[in-house]
């Protein structure tokens, strides 16, 4: 089945600072990325997703990009704020498997 | 309803005694999904279904763990002769699916299951 690996685990950063999340995926079939983010306490809500025909995507200070041939795909956060602080969580939905697989989760801490 | 709801948000057992958790998805979503997340750790997928196909029982950690879906809303998941490694949120979510794709899933709130 599918395998998503997500690095780092934790990640501080300046207010202002930009914040990279990286994940890697096993089955080349998978066909859709989403990135889920997780405030203490709270449900995971989509914040932003690319699919496999698109190689990036923006979304105000949010944006995801996809290297197919290499099975990896990143978020990025540009001019990061406390309220970004949470837990980013990747995935990788192999239409064959029919499966959304989650990475192991990134706790990102904005300092002020 | 507006959200995906899930009952009950907490449960305490003792060791050994059966739970179930419910989940009713967003009206119209074809797919529900559930999920495990231990304190600290990261989304364990446990069961999918898809409309009136067999459900994807494949995460299902061992077979105390049941689930199923009634009429293709509302979802209950079984955990019987609980364990303390049981211990968890289970979080379930739904999403309005196209057949071989996905869409964006709705979660709810989870269920914090403590075992004692």
């Known amino acids: 089945g599918e395998n998503v690996e997500q690095h780092p685990s934790t990640l501080s950063v300046q207010e202002g600072d930009s914040a990279v999340i990286k994940c890697t995926y096993s089955?080349?079939?998978?066909?859709?990325f989403p990135w889920y983010k997780q405030e203490l306490g709270k449900r995971p809500q989509l914040i932003i997703d690319?699919?496999?025909?698109?190689g990036e995507k923006k979304d105000q200070r949010i944006a995801v990009t996809l290297n197919k041939t290499a099975k990896h795909f990143s978020l990025h956060i540009t001019e990061t704020q406390p309220e970004d602080s949470a837990v980013y969580f990747c995935?990788?939905?192999?239409?064959?498997?029919?499966?959304?697989?989650f990475g192991s989760g990134t706790q990102l801490t904005v300092l002020p | 309803g507006a959200g995906v709801s899930q009952s009950p948000s907490n449960k305490v057992t003792e060791k050994g005694k059966d739970v179930e958790l419910r989940c009713d998805p967003i009206?119209?979503?074809?797919?529900l999904y559930w999920y495990r997340q231990s304190l600290g750790q990261g989304l364990e997928f446990l069961i999918y279904?898809?409309?009136?196909?067999?459900?994807?029982k494949s995460g299902l950690p061992s077979d105390r763990f049941s689930a199923e879906r009634t009429g293709g809303s509302v979802s209950t998941l079984t955990i019987q002769r609980t364990q303390q490694e049981d211990s968890a949120v289970y979080l379930c979510?739904?999403?309005?699916?196209?057949?071989?794709?996905?869409?964006?899933?709705?979660f709810g709130e989870g269920s914090r299951l403590t075992v004692l």
């Open positions: 979510a739904s999403s309005p699916i196209l057949a071989g794709s996905t869409g964006e899933l709705f």
């Open positions: 089955d080349s079939a998978s066909n859709y």
């Open positions: 690319i699919r496999s025909n698109v």
């Open positions: 995935a990788a939905f192999s239409g064959s498997a029919r499966q959304l697989t």
């Open positions: 009206s119209g979503h074809t797919a």
């Open positions: 279904f898809q409309g009136n196909s067999a459900p994807d």
